[in-house]
C-alpha cells in the first residue's frame, strides 16, 4: 500500500476510539459480523481514526437498502426509520434530516464507494467494537432482516449475496477439551457440526488467535480471575495456550497461543465422532517472507523529467513499478511492498522511513534519465553504501541485457533514498526520456514487461530464491 496511508496509521492515538499501534501495511484489518469474517472486495482503511469500509458490506451484513446519487455524488443508506445520507468527500452528514459532523468523510476508491463503519453501523443500531489484539472490527446485529442494495461506484452487489445476515441463528457448540499433543492442538467441540473456525495472526506479537464464533465453554474448562485457562505451558514452540471467552454477544470462544517464534497453524484433520468433533491443527515454524519496497520516483506535483514528446517520468516509472510488484506478489518467499501505488507525492524521507520501518529486506528506486544532449543514451545502476554494492553487480548485469539500452555502468551517489535507508539500497536509471530511441522504448508495454521481470530476477538472486 501506499507510504502515506502507513504513515498516518503510524500516527494515529486510536481507531475507533481503541489504540493503535502497528503500520496498515502489516497488520491488515479485519471484518467480522456476529463472529462471521467478512470480505471486502477492497482493503479497509483508517482515515482520521476511524476505519472505512466498502458500503457492499454495509449494505449485505446491516440489512440496509443504499442508493447513490452521480450527479451530487450522495449515498443514502435506508434501515427501517433510520435515513443517513452521506456526500463524497465531505465530512457531513445528515441523519433523519438532522446534520451532524463526520470524523472521515466517505471516499470513491477503485469503483468503490467506502463510508465510515462505525457512523454508519452505530446509526442502524449495529455495536461495534475494535479488537487491538488482531486489528479487527466486530459488528454485533440483534435483528437480522435481508438487504437490498443499488450503489453504482461499489463493486456490483448480486441479488442474492452470499450472506445477508437473515439465515437462522447457528447452534451453540460446547468446547469440551482444549490440548497440546507435541505440535498439535486439538479443539473437541460436542456435536457433529464442524463450528466456524477464525485464524487470525496477532498485529504486534508472535501470538496466533483462534476465533470459534457461535461456541461456549464446558464448565470442566476452568477460568482464573482473568477470565482465562491456560492450557499448556514450556512446549518447544509454545510457551502458554490461553482460552476465553471473548465476546458475549457473539459467543466467541478465544483461543490465544503464545509463542517466543513465528508458528504456522495448518488443519491436520477434522473427526466427527457419534457425539463429538474434533479440530486439530499442527503448529510449524513459519518460513519469513522477504521484505521488499519498490519506489516509483517522483509522483503527483513532482512530475519528474519531462521526455522528448512531453511524457512524465512519474508515469513512466510508476507503470513500470506496478509491474515488478505484481510479479513480486506470486513470489511465495518476497512480500512486496511500494511507496507508492497511485500519483501521489511523497516526500523522499517518507519513502526512506516507509522501509526503514517495516525493516525492509531490499529497497528498489525506479526512475528515468534526462540530459541535455538527445545523444545520451543508456542504463545506470546507481549504489550508496558497501553493503549495497554486490546487490548493484547484480541487478545490473541482469538489467543492461533487459533494457538493450547503452551500459553506463554501475555507480556510487549520493542520492537520499539510497543513502539514508538502512538496507542495501539501489537507484535505477532504466534509460534517458531525453534520448528518443530510448523513450519509444521505455513507454511500451512488451519493455516495461522484459525489464520488470529483469528486475525481479535481480531481487531473486540477491535473496538467493530459487
Known amino acids: 500500500m501506499r507510504v502515506i496511508t502507513t504513515l498516518i496509521s503510524m500516527l494515529l492515538i486510536s481507531l475507533l476510539s481503541f489504540p493503535v499501534m502497528t503500520f496498515a501495511a502489516e497488520s491488515p484489518i479485519h471484518l467480522f459480523m456476529n463472529g462471521k469474517q467478512l470480505a471486502a472486495e477492497v482493503p479497509p482503511r483508517i482515515v482520521k481514526g476511524n476505519t472505512l469500509v466498502p458500503i457492499r458490506i454495509i449494505a449485505e451484513t446491516l440489512g440496509s437498502k443504499v442508493q447513490w446519487e452521480e450527479k451530487s455524488r450522495k449515498v443514502t443508506v435506508v434501515k427501517d426509520d433510520v435515513t443517513i445520507q452521506l456526500y463524497i468527500d465531505k465530512n457531513e452528514a445528515v441523519v433523519n434530516n438532522k446534520k451532524t459532523q463526520l470524523e472521515a468523510a466517505p471516499q470513491l476508491t477503485d469503483g468503490n464507494t467506502l463510508l465510515p463503519v462505525r457512523f454508519v453501523s452505530e446509526q442502524l443500531g449495529v455495536k461495534v467494537t475494535w479488537d487491538e489484539l488482531t486489528r479487527s472490527v466486530f459488528l454485533y446485529q440483534q435483528e437480522k ?30 468446547i469440551k477439551s482444549i490440548s497440546l499433543d507435541g505440535d498439535v492442538l486439538s479443539v473437541q467441540t460436542n456435536g457433529q457440526q464442524k463450528p466456524e473456525v477464525n485464524v487470525t495472526p496477532a498485529a504486534n506479537t508472535n501470538q496466533i488467535i483462534i476465533d470459534l464464533p457461535n461456541s461456549k465453554l464446558d464448565p470442566a474448562l476452568k477460568l482464573n480471575s482473568k477470565g482465562e485457562g491456560v492450557v499448556k505451558e514450556n512446549n518447544e514452540k509454545v510457551s502458554q495456550i490461553r482460552y476465553l471467552l471473548f465476546s458475549k454477544e457473539s459467543s466467541i470462544v478465544r483461543i490465544i497461543i503464545d509463542s517466543s517464534q513465528k508458528l504456522d497453524l495448518k488443519p491436520t484433520s477434522v473427526k466427527p465422532s457419534s457425539d463429538s468433533t474434533l479440530l486439530a491443527w499442527k503448529l510449524t515454524a513459519k518460513q519469513d517472507k522477504f521484505k521488499v519496497v519498490i519506489d516509483p520516483g517522483h509522483g503527483g506535483k513532482d512530475t519528474g523529467a519531462v521526455s522528448v514528446t512531453k511524457r512524465y517520468e512519474k508515469d513512466f516509472v510508476l507503470s513500470l513499478g506496478m509491474k515488478v510488484y505484481k510479479l513480486l506478489e506470486q513470489e511465495p518467499r518476497i512480500d512486496p511492498q511500494m511507496t507508492r501505488d497511485t500519483d ?16 525492509a529486506d531490499l529497497f528498489v528506486s525506479i526512475h528515468g534519465n534526462s540530459a541535455g544532449k538527445e545523444s545520451i543514451s543508456g542504463t545506470e545502476t546507481y549504489y550508496y553504501t558497501e553493503q549495497s554494492l554486490d546487490f548493484a553487480n547484480i541487478m545490473h548485469d541482469v538489467l543492461i541485457p533487459a533494457t538493450g539500452f547503452t551500459d553506463r555502468k554501475v555507480k556510487q551517489n549520493n542520492f537520499y533514498v539510497i ?3 538502512t538496507m542495501p539500497s539501489l537507484l535505477l536509471e532504466i534509460g534517458f526520456l531525453s534520448n528518443r530511441s530510448d523513450e519509444e522504448a521505455m513507454y511500451q508495454e512488451q519493455f516495461q514487461n522484459r525489464v520488470a521481470a529483469s528486475i525481479v530476477a535481480g531481487i531473486k538472486k540477491q535473496l538467493n530464491i530459487d
Do not use: C, H, W, Y
Not at 461499489?154 to 452470499?162: F, G, I
Open 145 to 174: 432482516e435481508a438487504s437490498n442494495t443499488n450503489d453504482k461506484p461499489a463493486a456490483e452487489v448480486t441479488d442474492s449475496p452470499k450472506d445477508t445476515g437473515n439465515q437462522p441463528e447457528a447452534a451453540v457448540a460446547t
Open 419 to 421: 543513502k539514508n535507508t
Open 344 to 359: 501521489d507525492f511523497i516526500e523522499l524521507s517518507g519513502r526512506t522511513a516507509f522501509a526503514n520501518e517495516m525493516k
